[in-house]
């Protein structure tokens, strides 16, 4: 069973109900969902809008998972999704769907809102791979909003072999020091 603070289209209301609804003041969008404008939005709640998108299935990673995790502001246009489940899937994923076959190790997911979502330090791991300015950006959004977070992906980090592991390693240890240079430069 999903929040009772979530609307999703022909669930409860109509696609044309909840746009009055938003019209009127009522509503506000989430993910793929609904909410009261009064509610609080939490990773809860944003992880629930994803649930008919996403299934038993498929995990929230990378930009999906730093929106989650409250990293970003805003859900990226593409959600980037990967199995959850030790079985090859056979569906065809959703077209707004960024999609990676390799499975997400169980230790790695949490369950928020009903749906599985990349833990934030897996999320600040592979958010660093990547290696371009927008990734880069949310590593370090996530990393503010979790800061304990980047310590323990930098250990996951040194502990395994991965590919882009320098990169990430760089990245990370960038935004470890960046608090401790602006305190220090204030003081000085």
Do not use: N
């Amino acid at each position: 069973m999903g929040s009772p603070f979530l609307y999703f289209a022909d669930e409860r209301l109509s696609s044309a109900e909840l746009t009055a609804a938003c019209l009127d003041g009522h509503l506000v969008s989430l993910g793929d969902a609904y909410m009261p404008a009064d509610a609080v939005e939490t990773p809860a709640l944003r992880a629930g809008s994803l649930a008919r998108t996403l299934g038993d299935t498929l995990a929230a990673t990378h930009l999906s998972a730093a929106w989650i995790h409250g990293g970003l502001p805003v859900p990226p246009a593409r959600h980037t999704v990967q199995r959850a489940v030790a079985r090859r899937l056979h569906v065809v994923p959703h077209r707004q769907l960024v999609y990676r076959d390799l499975a997400v190790a169980g230790e790695d997911l949490q369950l928020l809102g009903g749906v599985l979502v990349t833990s934030p330090e897996r999320t600040l791991a592979d958010l660093a791979r990547v290696g371009d300015d927008d990734h880069a950006r949310a590593a370090r959004l996530l990393a503010g909003a979790d800061p304990d977070a980047a310590t323990r992906a930098i250990a996951r980090l040194e502990a395994g072999v991965l590919p882009h592991k320098r990169v990430a390693l760089a990245c990370l240890r960038t935004i470890v020091a960046a608090p401790q240079d602006e305190v220090t430069r204030y003081t000085s």
